[in-house]
């Protein structure tokens, strides 16, 4: 009887899971089908509200979930609202933008190339205006390209330069007995300083100063520029913490009105010529890069630029729109090199490196497709270590003011439990049949002999990093090695010493681009296409909510603060093999 009743439950549990498997794929396809038919209406005389609270990569990316042969694309990536602003710029419709209590993660060197789009964008004699209860200094330097910029009474204005922080974890891990065993090449080759020294470094503290006040010294020039303040009386305002109430953010002249949100609609309609009490139409700006890329997708051309997004961490196998693998990013160069429409590639990396061996594998297929066809760099917010490294072969290399980049560096590190081990009567014992059959034990001290074969291994790629900058870059290995040993440089001073050739955003490389293989008329598709399983279908499409991984599930008991500083603790555990990796975790504030 209990046998009848366990293979009734089956069949129905069976029953159950079709039926609900079948709802969730008509769930799926509907959301599918919905996002890429929906139409977007733009009235007349509408407004651009530029909410870039879901914007973080500059590609959305595309799909191709290879399980059920389902492809999409998504539209909301910084490229496409680079794109719908260029459009609006002579749509009759738009009349103006409107940058209202804007919350973004983009970075600094982003930002830069929105401004510059905004810039454009009023010289076709449309407004841009911009309201917030409070600004950051980050949303503050993109706003400041407002004609006009609206602070709420009680609000509070953010501007005070530029810092950083970075924990120190020697003690630490003599309190627990947890050691990282680190070989690295490169004195400013700082990702392992914290588990090696209590404090920090001249060369660190001093690399770090120079790349904060170049960020610092690009962001006031703009501003100044945009504000009519010079650049001396912001420092004297950001010095003395002089903006940081409404009234004397007015006073000082950062801001133009102090108003509720309400008296800034009320601008915006006078702009517009319409009655006080009326409401006038307004359009995300993410729902405008969606009516632009449907009316895009009609338009192929014989002539192509195609531009593939490398962005996030260098890690191994397929990779995501968050981070890199050379499975997707190699599969797009190959695609595009073999499309006799592409007549030139861009590269647009955003990366802080990370795998040595997945950066040469990605070196490696951007050396055979530039044989065939220009493949030209445009650096984003970043592009240090394997982020350089996949970038030195490039024709030519765009970068911001701002990216941080060079850091050609190489480390390798080990956690060893050995000390904590023997403090709790752990102890390890091995049988091998050769003197190195063990090469390293985290429950054994790092050996002289391991230590000597892992710093050959370091040593060897950092040779090989060099020597593909030196080729790439037209330079000796001496004069690489001059600028190297881990030194992070922002694009301004890696113009001098060579390792950039011209400053630019995504746009002016593209242009480069166009101008080199001589198009008049041209189309630019993006790449790659990231092949996704049915569990990643599930989870685009139905949320976090339906299926939380381990990490969602902790971050909703501890709370996301908490959760941060867990992750830094642990990242550097998760690295595999030998490193090339920006210096630090940066996080600019």
């Known amino acids: 009887m209990r046998f009848l009743r366990n293979v009734l439950a089956t069949i129905v549990g069976l029953f159950v899971f079709t039926i609900l498997a079948f709802f969730m794929l008509l769930s799926i396809g509907a959301a599918i089908g919905s996002s890429g038919s929906e139409k977007v209406v733009v009235k007349s005389n509408s407004v651009l509200e530029l909410d870039l609270s879901k914007v973080t990569y500059d590609y959305g990316g595309k799909f191709n979930f290879k399980d059920i042969s389902i492809s999409d694309e998504d539209t909301d990536g910084l490229s496409n609202v680079l794109k719908a602003i260029e459009v609006a710029k002579s749509d009759d419709k738009i009349k103006g933008i409107s940058i209202l209590k804007n919350n973004s993660s983009l970075g600094i060197s982003q930002r830069s190339e929105l401004r510059e789009a905004l810039e454009r964008f009023k010289e076709s004699g449309k407004f841009v205006l911009s309201y917030a209860d409070m600004y950051s200094q980050t949303e503050y330097y993109l706003s400041s390209v407002a ?100 009234e004397l953010a007015l006073k000082t002249g950062l801001v133009d009105k102090v108003v509720y949100e309400d008296e800034y609609h009320a601008d915006i309609k006078k702009a517009l010529n319409i009655d006080d009490d009326a409401e006038y139409n307004k359009i995300k700006i993410l729902e405008y890069t969606k009516s632009i890329h449907a009316a895009e997708a009609l338009k192929t051309k014989d002539d192509q630029i195609a531009v593939i997004y490398a962005q996030g961490q260098i890690l191994s196998g397929e990779g995501n729109v968050n981070y890199i693998g050379e499975g997707s990013i190699n599969r797009a160069l190959r695609k595009a090199r073999k499309n006799d429409k592409v007549k030139a590639i861009v590269l647009r990396v955003d990366s802080p490196g990370g795998s040595a061996l997945t950066s040469d594998l990605i070196w490696r297929e951007i050396e055979l497709t530039k044989k065939e066809k220009p493949v030209i760099v445009s650096m984003g917010s970043m592009a240090a270590s394997g982020g350089y490294y996949i970038s030195c072969n490039a024709d030519r290399i765009f970068a911001d003011a701002t990216t941080i980049t060079g850091s050609i560096g190489v480390f390798g590190m080990l956690p060893n439990f050995s000390n904590v081990a023997s403090k709790y009567g752990v102890n390890a014992q091995q049988v091998k049949t ?38 790439g870059r037209d330079m000796t290995f001496e004069q690489v090695d001059a600028l190297a040993q881990g030194r992070v440089w922002t694009g301004t001073d890696a113009i001098a010493n060579g390792l950039v050739d011209e400053i630019g955003g995504l746009s002016k490389a593209i242009q480069y681009a166009v101008d080199k293989v001589e198009l008049e008329t041209y189309q630019v598709v993006n790449y790659p296409e990231y092949e996704l399983n049915f569990e990643d279908l599930l989870r685009k499409y139905l949320g976090a909510s339906v299926l939380k991984n381990q990490d969602e599930l902790i971050k909703e008991k501890i709370g996301e603060a908490n959760y941060e500083l867990i992750e830094r603790l642990n990242y550097f555990n998760s690295l595999k093999g030998v490193q090339i990796i920006l210096p630090y975790e940066i996080t600019v504030y």
């Open 434 to 471: 050769h003197e190195n059959a063990v090469m390293y034990s985290p429950f054994k001290p790092l050996d002289e002999n391991s230590r000597k074969h892992i710093t050959e291994s370091v040593e060897n790629v950092y040779t090989t990093f060099v020597n593909r900058v030196a080729a």
């Open 147 to 246: 004609d006009s910029i609206y602070l709420n009474p009680v609000g509070d204005l953010d501007f005070r330069g530029l810092a950083t922080e970075i924990l120190y974890l020697k003690d630490l891990q003599e309190k627990t007995g947890v050691k990282m065993e680190v070989i690295r090449h490169g004195k400013y080759k700082s990702a392992v300083e914290p588990y090696l020294e209590n404090k920090m470094s001249a060369a660190n503290y001093e690399q770090i100063s120079v790349f904060l006040n170049s960020i610092w010294g690009n962001v006031v020039t703009d501003i100044s520029n945009s504000r009519n303040i010079s650049v001396e009386k912001l420092n004297e305002i950001a010095g003395s913490l002089g903006a940081r109430t409404p």
